[in-house]
């Protein structure tokens, strides 16, 4: 056999020493060879059969011993393989043969993700300057696709097979995928000061006070559900009005996907008023009462008292509750 011939056999196969084997691992619970056969490693007893390159999830490690050394393949949250009992030089090129191997697998995985890739660095670039609020609704699709990405794909990847330039490059996908709030924090007070710094001549002119600082940030806060607490007399129907007007006019929203709710019908007709000013549109606030009574005329095709008794019920459990 010549030396060449002689490296490669090295390289694709491990066989344990029967003594220091039976030492190790008297009861035989681990595999006694191993054979990297493509993308596979074929295993000779022990309790895996065949290991799958994907299913590595670190480098192979080789650990010296007093007479032999032992091979360890890391499988993530399975158990790991050990190959017992073997020589060192030996298990050393066979340790570099798997990874070279699993490297060029990952490799190979991470140029079927080109588009993925593309499309997730789009979105991670936008969120440096947001053109809207970056809501949860809106990230979160990235932030899945990155974590899914990252799962099967980067954490496997070795950075000196990628070389810095490559895993540079796939460094905000990782930060997407394993810190995301932090990415959407960054993001929100990115567009939150720009907005407010945008618009700022329109919250100093929307009423006839300036709105406060608080009342500018509940305006250009356009996340999934919000919340915004204030009580008697602090301005909550000038903050509806200015945000309404906002959205309308920032393109955010169209007026017909606009709900506005208020209990008296006075004050439903006086932020229609004020909004319709304030932007140039349109925009209708109800009442609870009249909401109700639209949606069930609308659905069971009913107008009048009876239609008017069953709004009104609903309006009443709805306070009551």
Same mark, same amino acid.
């Given at each position: ?53 994907? $299913? ?9 011993? =007093? ?64 053109? =809207? ?140 008023? =004020?909004?319709?000013? =304030? ?22 095709? $009913? ?19």
């Amino acid at each position: 056999m010549s030396g060449n011939e002689l490296d490669l056999w090295i390289s694709m196969e491990l066989v344990s020493r029967p003594l220091p084997a039976f030492l190790s691992d008297p009861f035989r619970k681990h595999p006694r060879a191993l054979a990297l056969q493509d993308d596979t490693i074929a295993a000779s007893g022990g309790a895996h059969a065949r290991i799958h390159l994907s $299913e590595i999830a670190a480098s192979p490690v080789v650990q010296r011993g =007093r007479v032999s050394a032992r091979l360890t393949l890391n499988l993530g949250i399975q158990p790991c393989v050990l190959l017992p009992g073997v020589q060192e030089a030996a298990a050393r090129a066979f340790a570099q043969a798997v990874e070279t191997a699993w490297s060029g697998y990952n490799l190979a995985q991470l140029s079927r993700e080109d588009a993925a890739i593309a499309s997730l660095m789009t979105a991670i670039e936008g969120l440096k300057a947001p053109a =809207r609020y970056p809501a949860a609704c809106l990230v979160a699709p990235a932030a899945s696709q990155a974590a899914d990405l990252d799962a099967r794909v980067l954490k496997k990847l070795t950075p000196a097979a990628l070389g810095e330039e490559t895993m540079a490059r796939l460094a905000p996908i990782t930060e997407l995928a394993r810190n995301p709030e932090q990415l959407r924090d960054a993001a929100i007070a990115a567009f939150v000061d720009q907005q407010l710094t945008d618009w700022k001549e329109f919250f100093d002119t929307v009423e006839s006070m300036p709105l406060t600082p608080e009342q500018r940030l509940s305006v250009v806060v356009d996340e999934d559900a919000t919340l915004v607490l204030a009580g008697a007399g602090s301005g909550k129907t000038s903050v509806i009005t200015a945000k309404a007007a906002y959205l309308v006019k920032a393109g955010i929203r169209q007026p017909h996907e606009l709900l506005l709710l208020a209990f008296a019908k006075d004050a439903a007709t006086e932020m229609s008023e =004020r909004i319709e000013a =304030r932007c140039g549109v349109p925009i209708m606030a109800r009442t609870f009462h009249a909401l109700a009574y639209e949606i069930i005329g609308t659905v069971e095709g $009913e107008k009048g008292q009876c239609a008017r008794d069953r709004s009104r019920a609903v309006r009443t459990r709805s306070v009551a509750s």
